[in-house]
Structure formats: structure tokens, C-alpha cells
């Protein structure tokens, strides 16, 4: 009955394979790709993330007076929700629809990512703004320092989410290392550390985390076949 059950299986999946439309041979305008990523963030979502950010972090700017340490653990926060809302939550459904799609899973996948990162960097220029204004520190040391953290989760969380097959848990796991991360940074003298490092040191590791994160969406971008429809057979 098993057999019989995956002999019918199989030939549904070839029928329906005969009936998917041909990948283009073309590459996609990435501007289209990014209207069309754009058009899937919630607007009400967007602005409780960016609300909810602020209010961390003036909170936690008056409880400890580490303006450079609240921002370097608050920064990344609306990048790993929107990563997990609109990436990693339904990765495998999205994976297995990508052959019927006009716009391949990995093309889609670098855009998503391209619109979440100028979120999050909306968000950081805000509570910048905000802890310079509150707290005193000088505005472009506390922009670079949220950077940081930001650029690079946000260029790891896409490597993984390129290489792994089942990742919906990866942003969840994200969130409680980088919890529990913030935690022992408060406890730690990382606030030291992060007040003696120099302005430049922080720019040229924005750079560097650029850099990579180009270079990976470009790489993304371009594996049209990431997804086989052998896999599910």
C-alpha cells in the first residue's frame, strides 16, 4: 500500500512538473525584485518594531547609562524579527513553491534580505538619533556601533539561510543567543570595551561587514537553482 502510495506520489509530481513554467533565462531587474520584497513588509509591523526598539532603548539607556552598550545589543533586534517573520519562517514552503514562481527562491531571498537590512538601518539611524539626543554620545560613534553587531548578524543569517535546507529555527535561536549574549554584556565590562574602541575601528568593521554582505547577496542573487524538485522525492 506504501509502494502504491509513492508510485502516485511520483507520477503526480511528474505531471505536475510538465505543467510549471520554464525559468527565465534572464536575470531578474533587482529593482523589481526589491518593489516586490518592499510590498511584503507590514507597515504596522515595521512601525511596532521601530517603536518597540526606541522604547528599549531609552529604558535601558536611563537603567544602566550605557548609551554605547544599549545600542550595540538593541540595534539588531528589528533585523532578526523581520528575518524571522518574512525569511526563515516559511523557508520550506517557499523552497518547495519555487519552481512555479516567475522570481526564483534565491533571488527573492537576497531581496528580502537587501529590504530587512535598510529596515534595520531605518531603525538604527532612529534610535541614534534618539541616545544621542538623550544620552549626550556623540551621534556617528553610536550609529557605527549599532552597525556592527546589525551588518554581521544579518550577513550570517543569510549565509545560513542559503546553505540550510530546514532553517526556521535559525532566527529563533538567533534571538536567544543574541539574548542571552546581551545579557552577559551587561554583566561583563563590554561597555568599557566598546567606549575605547575608536571611531575608525568601528567604521572600518561597517566596511568590512559591507563588504562580505555585498558579495554574499550578489552570490545569492545569482543561484537561480537552489532549490531541486528531487529533494522531495
Not at 7 to 27: C, G, K
Not at 186 to 200: E, F, G, H, I, N
Request: glycine letters at 6%; one cysteine or more; charged letters at 15%.
Amino acid at each position: 500500500m506504501n509502494e502504491r502510495m509513492e508510485q502516485e506520489i511520483r507520477r503526480t509530481i511528474r505531471f505536475l512538473q510538465a505543467s510549471m513554467p520554464e525559468p527565465r533565462d534572464r536575470q531578474t531587474p533587482v529593482f523589481t525584485l526589491l518593489r516586490i520584497a518592499a510590498g511584503e513588509i507590514n507597515a504596522g509591523l515595521l512601525l511596532g518594531l521601530f517603536a518597540g526598539a526606541l522604547i528599549f532603548g531609552l529604558l535601558s539607556v536611563r537603567a544602566l547609562s550605557m548609551p554605547m552598550l544599549t545600542i550595540f545589543c538593541t540595534a539588531p533586534m528589528p533585523m532578526l524579527l523581520l528575518f524571522h517573520r518574512y525569511v526563515l519562517a516559511s523557508n520550506q514552503n517557499m523552497r518547495e513553491l519555487e519552481a512555479t514562481f516567475p522570481y526564483s527562491y534565491p533571488e527573492m531571498l537576497a531581496a528580502r534580505s537587501v529590504v530587512i537590512s535598510c529596515c534595520m538601518f531605518g531603525a538604527l539611524l532612529l534610535l541614534s538619533v534618539t541616545l544621542h539626543v538623550s544620552a549626550g554620545e556623540e551621534l556617528l560613534r553610536l550609529a557605527l556601533c549599532g552597525a556592527v553587531p546589525g551588518i554581521y548578524l544579518c550577513t550570517l543569517l543569510l549565509f545560513l539561510s542559503a546553505r540550510l535546507r530546514n532553517p526556521e529555527g535559525l532566527s529563533l535561536l538567533a534571538l536567544v543567543f543574541w539574548a542571552a549574549l546581551c545579557f552577559l554584556a551587561t554583566v561583563l565590562p563590554v561597555d568599557r570595551l566598546l567606549q575605547l574602541c575608536s571611531t575608525a575601528a568601528y567604521a572600518a568593521l561597517a566596511a568590512i561587514g559591507l563588504i562580505l554582505y555585498g558579495i554574499l547577496v550578489c552570490s545569492v542573487q545569482k543561484r537561480r537553482n537552489l532549490y531541486d524538485m528531487a529533494y522531495i522525492r
